[in-house]
T-cell receptor
Framework: DGGITQSPKYLFRKEGQNVTLSCEQN?????MYWYRQDPGQGLRLIYY???????QKGDIAEGYSVSREKKESFPLTVTSAQKNPTAFYLC??????????????FGPGTRLTVL | AQSVTQLGSHVSVSEGALVLLRCNYS??????LFWYVQYPNQGLQLLLK??????LVKGINGFEAEFKKSETSFHLTKPSAHMSDAAEYFC?????????????FGSGTRLQVQP
């Protein structure tokens, strides 16, 4: 079955450590996104990538980094520069073309907790 | 710039009662509109979407929404609530701008269904 996988489901980090969240999709989608979700704030865009080897900052990119070396993969690194990283992180993807109407498909999420 | 407002961060209904979740948007061009549902510690699942054509859109699980351009609204309804409908619901808007192709989300409405 096609879909988006995120790992791990739960992640604990000590202050000062970098951690990488995995996002893999086998939907053959071109664009991929990372969102951060905090209670009562909806989803906020961190980074997005429309094509391999290219990505852009979203609304809250400070303290995060990404790479897009393969179409299927879009890992997110939460660096020690992110002051408040405890949150639920969601990865999403969209196929190319106007027929997609920008509908996004979501992974199951990773809950990151800083100890 | 596009934006989404969801009125009511929490809505409580009795089982069998009408569900009405409100969503208003702002967009400088004809929008694409979405409703997603999220169960605890899971990703987002598409309920329904409006792209073009018929303004009354039917989705999964008995939900429907009506696009009203004059009111810039896209309210979600279900005639009879079920206990399994308890979840958080997000309204999202996208413009036909292929440059970014990200969604702008509302802050969410948590639906509680009382027995």
């Amino acid at each position: 079955d096609g879909g988006i996988t995120q790992s791990p489901k739960y992640l604990f980090r000590k202050e000062g450590q970098n951690v990488t969240l995995s996002c893999e999709q086998n939907l053959n989608h071109d664009a991929m996104y990372w969102y951060r979700q905090d209670p009562g704030q909806g989803l906020r865009l961190i980074y997005y990538s429309q094509i391999v080897n290219d990505f852009q900052k979203g609304d809250i990119a400070e303290g995060y980094s990404v790479s897009r070396e393969k179409k299927e993969s879009f890992p997110l690194t939460v660096t020690s520069a992110q002051k408040n990283p405890t949150a639920f992180y969601l990865c999403a993807s969209t196929p190319r073309g106007r027929g997609s109407y920008n509908e996004q498909f979501f992974g199951p999420g990773t809950r990151l907790t800083v100890l | 710039a596009q934006s989404v407002t969801q009125l009511g961060s929490h809505v409580s209904v009795s089982e069998g009662a009408l569900v009405l979740l409100r969503c208003n948007y702002s967009s400088s061009v004809p929008p694409y509109l979405f409703w997603y549902v999220q169960y605890p510690n899971q990703g987002l699942q598409l309920l329904l979407k409006y792209t073009t054509g018929a303004t009354l859109v039917k989705g999964i699980n008995g939900f429907e929404a009506e696009f009203k351009k004059s009111e810039t609204s896209f309210h979600l309804t279900k005639p009879s609530a079920h206990m399994s409908d308890a979840a958080e619901y997000f309204c999202a808007v996208s413009e036909a701008d292929m440059g970014r192709r990200a969604l702008t989300f509302g802050s969410g409405t948590r639906l509680q269904v009382q027995p």
